[in-house]
Nanobody
Framework: QLQLVESGGGLVQPGGSLRLSCAAA????????IGWFRQAPGKEREGVSC????????NYADSVKGRFTLSRDNAKRTVYLQMNSQKPEATDVYYC????????????????????WGKGTLVTVSS
């Protein structure tokens, strides 16, 4: 069974940093681009960033550009989302999702493009 498992969420202070991980189980990530999404209570899910299967392409939403960085280690079947300069008083569930792209240099953080989803990890920014 193909699974994505997010981890690394928790409580962080405003301006602080947190690194989330997205680990694949049951399949390798070599042919999959990964997207990250977040959803605040009562709000729609928002795409924030993505990374191509090889890691050569990354894209970021304007809301996180300059603060978030994506990387991946396909040997470890894991993608990392480094989040810096967290904005105050925010609570979101962060999800990673995978879409099969092969070796093409592209990625997406449009929810409708995704094939597999993780269950999410909660991030709370609060002092």
């Amino acid at each position: 069974q193909l699974q994505l498992v997010e981890s690394g969420g928790g409580l962080v202070q405003p301006g602080g940093s947190l690194r989330l991980s997205c680990a694949a189980a049951g399949f390798t990530l070599d042919d999959y681009a990964i997207g990250w999404f977040r959803q605040a209570p009562g709000k729609e899910r928002e795409g924030v960033s993505c990374i191509s299967s090889s890691g050569g392409i990354t894209n970021y939403a304007d809301s996180v550009k300059g603060r978030f960085t994506l990387s991946r280690d396909n040997a470890k079947r894991t993608v990392y989302l480094q989040m810096n300069s967290q904005k105050p008083e925010a609570t979101d569930v962060y999800y990673c999702a995978a879409v099969r792209t092969g070796l093409r240099f592209l990625c997406s953080y449009a929810a409708d493009d995704m094939d597999y989803w993780g269950k999410g990890t909660l991030v709370t920014v609060s002092s």
